[in-house]
T-cell receptor
Framework: DVKVTQSSRYLVKRTGEKVFLECVQD?????MFWYRQDPGLGLRLIYF???????EKGDIPEGYSVSREKKERFSLILESASTNQTSMYLC?????????????FGPGTRLTVL | GNSVTQMEGPVTLSEEAFLTINCTYT??????LFWYVQYPGEGLQLLLK?????DKGSNKGFEATYRKETTSFHLEKGSVQVSDSAVYFC?????????????FGKGMKLTVNP
């Protein structure tokens, strides 16, 4: 089975802190994604990556950056956390090709910025 | 651009009731359509999918049929159980453009009471 893990289930940070959210997948997937999930807004794509060192902006990239130095790991970075970044963050991965559209999700990180 | 509109709820049903969750979409090209489910405290997982018009996806007693003429992919289950309590997301991918991103609806929270 595909396994996508995220470094923390719950995280509390202060305004202005630099925050790293880590995601690791164990199935050699090429594509990885970061979403945030908010009540009434569903899932919104922040960034995605098709390959190592490659990144593309999603729908709401402002205030975030990403890093993909190894195929299995995709990091989301909040350079200076703000209260409006309090949210649930979900990582996902998928193969490329015919099965590319079936995404596998991690359990999520609930981030609170005080 | 591509979009998904689904019932948002929340919805509360009694065990063994019939469930329908409406989902309609707007897309260019030939999207694949999905239903994802998020159980409490977990990430999303694929429930079912359909890749072309008139396909029926099914899993765990849930069904959805890809209706191109009405641009719909409604989710149904004949008899819900308490264990079906979750948030349900409709989603599409635009395989024509080669995009491997998914566009999600806002999700619908279902609670099933015994």
């Amino acid at each position: 089975d595909v396994k996508v893990t995220q470094s923390s289930r719950y995280l509390v940070k202060r305004t202005g802190e630099k925050v790293f959210l880590e995601c690791v997948q164990d199935m050699d997937h090429e594509n990885m994604f970061w979403y945030r999930q908010d009540p009434g807004l569903g899932l919104r794509l922040i960034y995605f990556s098709y390959d190592v060192k490659m990144k593309e902006k999603g729908d709401i990239p402002e205030g975030y950056s990403v890093s993909r130095e190894k195929k299995e790991r995709f990091s989301l970075i909040l350079e200076s956390a703000s209260t409006n970044q309090t949210s649930m963050y979900l990582c996902a991965s998928t193969l490329r090709g015919l099965e590319a559209d079936t995404q596998y999700f991690g359990p999520g990180t609930r981030l609170t910025v005080l | 651009g591509n979009s998904v509109t689904q019932m948002e709820g929340p919805v509360t049903l009694s065990e063994e009731a019939f469930l329908t969750i409406n989902c309609t979409y707007t897309a260019t090209g030939y999207p694949s359509l999905f239903w994802y489910v998020q159980y409490p405290g977990e990430g999303l997982q694929l429930l079912l999918k359909a890749t072309k018009a008139d396909d029926k996806g099914s899993n765990k007693g849930f069904e959805a049929t890809y209706r191109k003429e009405t641009t719909s992919f409604h989710l149904e289950k004949g008899s819900v159980q308490v264990s079906d309590s979750a948030v349900y997301f409709c989603a599409l991918s635009d395989s024509w453009s080669g995009s491997e991103k998914l566009v999600f609806g806002k999700g619908m929270k279902l609670t099933v009471n015994p």
